[in-house]
């Protein structure tokens, strides 16, 4: 079912617009503390589309001055769908998990806008294995990122942010073609 919700576009947004009206019930309960929904571009005229959540560390280090860093958990759902016709599918689906360190200025959650840099390595689980013109050969995928972007709005609330991925296999499968991704995230806190 989620995967026929998914195909759509449309659809994809309406989830990912649900995900983030829904968000707050589950904030309560303690499970997560952002929602994000992100657009993209890859290789091989690929579209990316995803929705996650986000739970923050209680940890920081290099507190002192004004800066600091900090991380979270982000789990993702994404969809991608190429527009290249060849051999490979046009549409793949991916579920992600990502540990993501941050580098923050601190004045984040007093209302002024706060920028920062971030990097994340991930495990990443992707069907079918192939797209446009990509083959990443197994359905294991290790994500890795460098973004950069801002909080802002009051105590922090919303996250405005840029996104290199690259996706591959690291080589335990071949053909590794791998695949480069530019995305723009936007998350809210709660």
């Known amino acids: 079912m989620v995967r026929a919700l998914l195909i759509n576009t449309r659809s994809y947004c309406g989830l990912g617009l649900a995900a983030l009206l829904l968000t707050p019930i ?6 997560i503390d952002n929602s994000t929904v992100s657009y993209g571009q890859g290789q091989g005229d690929t579209d990316v589309y995803r929705i996650g959540t986000r739970r923050a560390w209680q ?7 004004n800066w600091h860093v900090s991380g979270y958990w982000h789990l993702e759902l994404g969809h991608w769908h190429s527009n290249k016709r060849g051999a490979h599918e046009d549409n793949a689906f991916e579920i992600a998990v990502t540990p993501v360190f941050r580098l923050e200025q601190k004045n984040a959650d007093s209302g002024k806008i706060a920028p920062y840099l971030e990097a994340g390595v991930g495990a990443r689980v992707i ?3 192939s797209i446009g013109d990509r083959s990443l050969s197994s359905v294991f995928q290790i994500g890795t990122h ?17 996104r290199f991925q690259h996706i591959s296999n690291g080589g335990l ?4 073609n791998g695949i480069d991704m530019h995305t723009v995230n936007f998350g809210i806190h709660y």
């Open 146 to 162: 460098l973004g950069t972007g801002l909080r802002f709005g009051s105590n922090g609330k919303y996250d405005l942010g840029y």
């Open 127 to 129: 069907g079918p294995t």
């Open 173 to 176: 499968n071949h053909p590794n």
């Open 59 to 65: 940890k920081s280090w290099f507190s002192e001055g």
């Open 26 to 31: 589950a904030g309560h309960a303690q499970i």
